[in-house]
């Protein structure tokens, strides 16, 4: 299928750039690895009047540790996340989601960010942020918005991002301790989008857990964080019974439906039993950090 005819600009700046969109902002569409928006122009999913490639802005797809957070620009894309050695001990989450994500092609031109803001519940990235309690960088030209993760995502393809915004970079909180992570995915074919995936991440203190973060995937209209199952993790013991615990209230947070990938209760046990494997998983990491 062809897309509907649209323009096309390809600013050299980002002040270009969001000039633009403050001028267009309703009718245009931001593009950055265009592996989403696309596939959506030809389904004439999505129509804009004009696509806005910001794919050559300078100096936004920087992967650094500042300040207490690791940073990841917006054009950061997939490989690049896959193939940064200091990232593997750094946020190792990170390097085993991207994996998962499709094959080659797409992540030699996706990013991070722009998943993030494509908002597909079956999206990866969305529950990794979700767990490792990330905040997107939003700049328009009335300033800049720090947005937290959870509370971004509205519903399906749906966020806060405001019309006149960009996101120019991710910022994942660097722990205070030991910490570990892990994503695990059930997909039907190799590339494919999750039938269910679960994102966890733990940071301890002493022999206590003092934060965790769990987020799920293709289980609900948004990737969803399991609040209630983070808090009965928080301030205890990672004994079998605190880890059995919160993996059945992640399985009570999970809404998923009937469907060609499996019926609604056989993802809301993958949902448990993914829980179980990502927490035994994530603090056998912790405790490598630790020793
Ligand atoms: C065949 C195929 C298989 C796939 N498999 C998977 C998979 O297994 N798992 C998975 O998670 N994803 C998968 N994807 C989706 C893909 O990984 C991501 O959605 C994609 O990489 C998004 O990044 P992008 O840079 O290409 O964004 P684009 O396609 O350029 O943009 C996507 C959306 O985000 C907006 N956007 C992008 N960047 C910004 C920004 N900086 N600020 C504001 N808005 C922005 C755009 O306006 C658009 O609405 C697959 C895609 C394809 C084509």
Redesign the pocket.
């Known amino acids: 299928m062809f897309p509907a005819a649209f323009d096309y600009a390809a600013p050299a700046t980002l002040v270009e750039a969001l000039a633009l969109l403050k001028q267009r902002g309703d009718d245009a569409?931001?593009?950055?690895?265009?592996?989403?928006?696309?596939?959506m122009l030809k389904l004439r999913f999505a129509q804009p009047a004009l696509v806005i490639d910001?794919g050559r802005l300078p100096a936004m797809n920087g992967i650094a540790r500042h300040n207490g957070h690791l940073s990841i620009g917006?054009l950061a894309r997939?490989v690049d996340i896959e193939r940064n050695a200091d990232l593997a001990w750094l946020c190792p989450i990170l390097v085993d989601t991207v994996h998962?994500?499709?094959d080659p092609l797409?992540r030699n031109?996706?990013?991070m960010?722009?998943?993030v803001?494509?908002a597909?519940p079956s999206?990866?990235?969305g529950s990794v942020m979700l767990a490792l309690d990330a905040s997107l960088i939003a700049r328009s030209e009335s300033g800049e918005r720090v947005i937290p993760a959870d509370g971004f995502f509205q519903g399906p393809f749906t966020t806060t991002?405001r019309p006149d915004?960009?996101?120019t970079e991710i910022r994942i909180p660097m722990p205070k301790g030991p910490a570990g992570g892990a994503y695990n995915k059930l997909e039907r074919k190799v590339?494919?989008?999750a039938t269910v995936a679960v994102a966890v991440h733990v940071e301890l203190s002493g022999s206590k857990i003092a934060k965790a973060g769990i987020g799920l995937t293709a289980v609900g209209p948004t990737n969803i964080k399991a609040t209630a199952a983070e808090k009965a993790l928080v301030g205890h013991e990672p004994t079998d019974e605190v880890i059995v615990e919160a993996a059945r209230l992640a399985a009570e947070a999970a809404e998923p439906k009937d469907d060609i990938r499996g019926t609604a209760a056989y993802k809301k046990d993958i949902v448990r039993v993914y829980v179980l494997r990502g927490l035994r998983t994530a603090l056998g990491r912790a405790r490598e950090v630790k020793a």
């Open positions: 569409k931001i593009m950055a690895g265009g592996q989403s928006l696309i596939p910001i917006a997939h998962w994500i499709s797409v031109r996706g990013t960010a722009g998943s803001c494509h597909d999206g990866d990235w991002l915004e960009i996101v590339g494919d989008f």
